[in-house]
């Protein structure tokens, strides 16, 4: 069976950093890329940072986060990190990590992302 499990959501002040974490198991995580979404009340969830699987490793940012977030990988750990940096009052949002296999789309729970005006 696939999990995937995020943690490390939290309530931060603008311009504050945290880090997420997504630990995948039931599945041979380092060949899959994996997804960060984040999903707004009141907006469809978004797509804003991926990562490939396969040892590339290869990054892409949506505009909004792109220099502020960076998402990277612990194939030993299998385990997917957002650092989110800069925090924006825009930001707050519920976060989830995203693993999309062949027929399958995976999501975690989600986190809650909090930032006070």
């Known amino acids: 069976q696939v999990r995937l499990v995020e943690s490390g959501g939290g309530l931060l002040q603008p311009g504050g950093s945290l880090r997420l974490s997504c630990v995948v198991s039931?599945?041979?995580?380092?060949?899959?890329?994996m997804d960060w979404y984040r999903q707004a009340p009141g907006n469809q969830r978004e797509l804003f940072a991926s990562i490939n699987g396969g040892g590339g490793g290869s990054t892409h940012y949506e505009d909004s986060v792109q220099g502020r977030f960076t998402i990277s990988r612990d194939n030993t750990e299998k385990t997917v990190y957002l650092q989110m940096n800069s925090l924006k009052p825009e930001d707050p949002a519920d976060y989830y990590c995203?693993?999309?296999?062949?027929?399958?789309?995976?999501w975690g729970q989600g986190t809650q992302v909090t930032v006070s005006s």
């Open positions: 995203h693993l999309w296999v062949p027929g399958f789309d995976y």
């Open positions: 039931g599945i041979i995580f380092s060949i899959y890329g």
